[in-house]
């Protein structure tokens, strides 16, 4: 909690009225018992009516202030909390956003969403019960002891003596479940990865018949989170058995020894009926302590979450600007090595030259490394060594959104919003209609106006409601609409028909000849084209040059080449 209280500090004021509130009704609510033992062992045995009205008056008094004052502070308590963790969760969402893809991938995106959803919640749950509690639970239970004592010392030292019962539970209790929490939060981690991942491949899993396998790996997950749910419960459902079994043996003590001393003539019964009061008073706060201390233990686990991912360091940090290089090409990678996990290398020393309006075809085997050179071109990642220098710049030292601004792109399984198609088109900038017209027809989505309302034709979830190829033509529209100065097409024309991507690459060569343009593609038909063609296989470059010298020079090009397009020759 300490760690967060850059956020509680401005409220503390606030917080400390409300406690002080608190305070003032749980004094009240002391009073009450007391009153009516005067009013019991003295005014009673008086007949006296007035002092009897008077008394019970008071006695209304107090309920009443104490009500007022605690709902004026349990609300109070709400709206600090309430507006903290708003804070605390702007920050955590800012913070995410500009974490860098190596976190996020040390962080994993489930955890990233259960920090933010259920983790600040947790937070907010104990600064609420903090301020509820955590001046009433202490002073109903030191007031009650004291109101006991100097009532009636002998037997209010019966009753505290069964104090240390819930005091060693309380304790027990609370040593075990702080870990448990953490524990648990962990794997609900886990839980919501499981469903996100099967979510997100239901029609592969379906398609693949992995249903079953599927249902035993969230079976397995579902299981260890009930075990470790069901171990915290035990332990925390210990305390409140004890505590009624604490309370009703009190209350039983106290009417037989209250009994005992009203006969030999040492107290009058009316303490007795204060005393039980007292004591349930006094138990009840003893709970909400408890109560406290695990909402504490939980609520310090997801502190610490929350704060862990607020304190990571910024990992892409900018270098300060140098002075470009004299007529450099437009992308170069010089000697670059990159490994994501620091195990084997993903890039091993890669450098070509790109100059404006060029075209790089990368092509390669799954899993050898093609997007992983667009993510090092977008500073989704720094290189291990090496240089990755746009115009003669190191990337590093370009400011991020300088350098974004210069990319259209579309990803591998990229995104598609829910909206219309001209939203996910412009995709939140500021272009007219006459750019989106202009890079749909590019991007050869002809099936637009075909479409009912045309551009303003709903895209369901994902593009749930467009075909492959329509989707791969929306996107490629998205990156072109801006006309942006590097276009990067990760494996975007496969699911286009040969004469389509034929078209495709017309229009791109004829429409945006200072685009320099970065193409990864399965077929060699789409990047025969390409000024400069790297071949790669397992992070290395086995063959650089153009169609005609890898015909000439690289095995794997030309056995590509002639499984695909026959002799290699034939022109698409
Ligand atoms: P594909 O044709 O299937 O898209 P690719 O050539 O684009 O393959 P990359 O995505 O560049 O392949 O991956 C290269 C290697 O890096 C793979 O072995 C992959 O397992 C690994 N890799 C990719 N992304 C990560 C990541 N975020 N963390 C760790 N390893 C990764
Ligand atoms: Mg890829």
Redesign the pocket.
């Known amino acids: 909690m300490i760690r967060l209280k850059k956020y509680i500090s401005p409220y503390l004021g606030f917080i400390g009225l409300t406690m002080f509130i608190k305070l003032l009704g749980a004094l009240l609510e002391l009073l009450i018992p007391s009153l009516m033992e005067v009013m019991l062992d003295e005014k009673v045995p008086q007949e006296d009516v007035r002092a009897i009205w008077l008394y019970g008056g008071l006695m209304l008094l107090c309920a009443g202030g104490c009500l007022f004052c605690n709902i004026l502070a349990n609300r109070m308590s709400a709206k600090s909390s309430g507006k903290i963790t708003r804070s605390i969760r702007h920050d955590l969402f800012q913070k995410l956003q500009s974490l860098s893809?190596?976190q996020m991938?040390e962080l994993t995106i489930p955890s990233a969403e259960s920090r933010l959803t259920s983790d600040t919640y947790n937070v907010n749950q104990l600064l609420a019960r903090l301020q509820r509690l955590g001046i009433r639970a202490p002073i109903l239970l030191i007031g009650g002891i004291f109101m006991m004592l100097t009532m009636d010392p002998v037997l209010a030292l019966v009753l505290i003596g069964l104090l240390p019962i819930i005091g060693i539970v309380v304790y027990f209790v609370t040593k075990t479940s702080v870990p448990l929490y953490t524990k648990q939060q962990g794997v609900l981690d886990r839980v919501v990865r499981t469903v996100q991942e099967n979510i997100t491949g239901i029609r592969v899993i379906k398609a693949l018949s992995k249903t079953d396998y599927e249902k035993d790996r969230f079976h397995q997950v579902n299981s260890d989170l009930t075990a470790v749910d069901m171990k915290a419960g035990f332990i925390t459902a210990i305390t409140n058995p004890v505590s009624s079994l604490t309370l009703n043996l009190g209350l039983t003590l106290v009417v037989v020894i209250g009994a005992y001393r009203v006969h030999s003539g040492a107290i009058l019964s009316g303490v007795i009926v204060a005393f039980l009061q007292y004591f349930t008073m006094i138990l009840n706060a003893m709970l909400g302590i408890t109560r406290i201390f695990v909402m504490w233990s939980k609520g310090e686990a997801s502190a610490n979450r929350v704060a862990d991912v607020l304190a990571l360091p910024e990992d892409l940090v900018p270098l300060s600007p140098a002075e470009p290089e004299e007529n450099a090409p437009h992308i170069e990678f010089r000697d670059v090595n990159f490994s994501?996990?620091g195990i084997g290398k993903?890039i091993d020393s890669l450098s070509f030259k790109l100059s404006h309006g060029q075209t790089l075809g990368i092509l390669?085997?799954?899993?050898?490394?093609?997007?992983?050179?667009l993510?090092l071109l977008l500073r989704m990642y720094d290189p291990d060594s090496g240089t990755v220098l746009i115009d003669g710049q190191d990337i590093r030292t370009i400011a991020p959104e300088t350098l974004k601004a210069k990319f259209g792109v579309v990803f591998?399984n990229d995104f598609m919003a829910e909206g219309t198609i001209a939203d996910n088109i412009r995709f939140l900038r500021e272009l007219p209609d006459r750019d989106l017209y202009r890079a749909a027809a590019d991007a050869q989505a002809d099936f637009i106006a075909e479409k009912e309302g045309q551009m303003q034709a709903e895209v369901m979830v994902r593009g749930n409601n467009l075909s492959g190829g329509q989707k791969q033509r929306l996107l490629i529209a998205r990156a072109l609409a801006a006309n942006p100065e590097i276009l990067i097409l990760?494996?975007a024309s496969s699911a286009l028909d040969y004469q389509t991507d034929s078209n495709l690459r017309k229009a791109l060569r004829s429409n945006y000849r200072n685009t320099t343009t970065v193409l990864?593609a399965?077929r060699i038909s789409s990047l025969r084209h390409a000024d400069l063609i790297l071949v790669?296989q397992d992070?290395c470059v086995i063959g650089m040059g153009n169609h005609e010298q890898l015909m000439a020079s690289c095995s794997e090009y030309r056995y590509l080449a002639e499984i695909q397009m026959g002799d290699g020759k034939e022109a698409v």
């Open positions: 893809a190596k991938d994501y996990t993903n390669g085997p799954t899993g050898s490394g093609k997007s992983t050179i993510n591998q990760d494996d990864v399965q790669l992070g």
